[in-house]
T-cell receptor
Framework: KAGVTQTPRYLIKTRGQQVTLSCSPI?????VSWYQQTPGQGLQFLFE???????NKGNFPGRFSGRQFSNSRSEMNVSTLELGDSALYLC????????????FGEGSWLTVV | GESVGLHLPTLSVQEGDNSIINCAYS??????FIWYKQESGKGPQFIID?????DKRQGQRVTVLLNKTVKHLSLQIAATQPGDSAVYFC?????????????FGQGTILTVHP
């Protein structure tokens, strides 16, 4: 059974550009969450989607957005990139109920220069 | 705000020893806790979880203990191996409408010496 798949794995962007990251959840999982991981702030929750609807959102500016498709695949977008957006972006998936185990992908390493 | 924190940022052990990684949490509403292992360059890997109606749960070579009275969580790894070297995170699910949101501790770096 395939795990959570994230693409691309590595990318470099210039300040002011935008970026889109993609996530395919584990088959059968309908909840997809996104996290940002940095050395200084650790792992921080961005948002969660279920059935194409955002159910929860963390404390990030509006430049960070996401969406989920009918097949549960998800994308997140960061517009007007800043140097501080350099981070590992992790996607996680689970079944729909709270308390179901959350599994993470390998992440997308974003470097903003 | 409420957060999950780890007492020890680093832990160094010899191969074959038992390891104990500790975690303190402050949100009394949290009802589900998870331990993750993260190796360099990889995403967090699920190790074991425990719900608030339990005090102890065992897996293969790992045991998680939950003390709700003092809001403390620990991960015990038996017969630690070099492959166990990684950063270990505890995470809590705050309940309610916090769908998909886990609050993570800072992490403990476990180094296992052969």
């Amino acid at each position: 059974k395939a795990g959570v798949t994230q693409t691309p794995r590595y990318l470099i962007k210039t300040r002011g550009q935008q970026v889109t990251l993609s996530c395919s959840p584990i088959s059968g999982h309908r909840s997809v969450s996104w996290y940002q991981q940095t050395p200084g702030q650790g792992l921080q929750f961005l948002f969660e989607y279920f059935s194409e609807t955002q159910r929860n959102k963390g404390n990030f500016p509006g430049r960070f957005s996401g969406r989920q498709f009918s097949n549960s695949r998800s994308e997140m977008n960061v517009s007007t990139l800043e140097l501080g957006d350099s981070a590992l972006y992790l996607c996680a998936s689970s079944f729909f109920r709270r308390g179901n185990t959350i599994y993470f992908g390998e992440g997308s390493w974003l470097t903003v220069v | 705000g409420e957060s999950v924190g780890l007492h020890l940022p680093t832990l160094s052990v010899q191969e074959g020893d038992n390891s104990i990684i500790n975690c303190a949490y402050s949100n009394s509403a949290s009802d589900y806790f998870i331990w993750y292992k993260q190796e360099s360059g990889k995403g967090p890997q699920f190790i074991i979880d425990i719900r608030s109606n339990m005090d102890k749960r065992q897996g293969q070579r790992v045991t998680v203990l939950l003390n709700k009275t003092v809001k403390h969580l620990s991960l015990q790894i038996a017969a630690t191996q070099p492959g166990d070297s990684a950063v270990y995170f505890c995470a809590e699910d705050a309940g309610g409408t916090s769908y998909g949101k886990l609050t993570f501790g800072q992490g403990t770096i476990l180094t296992v010496h052969p």
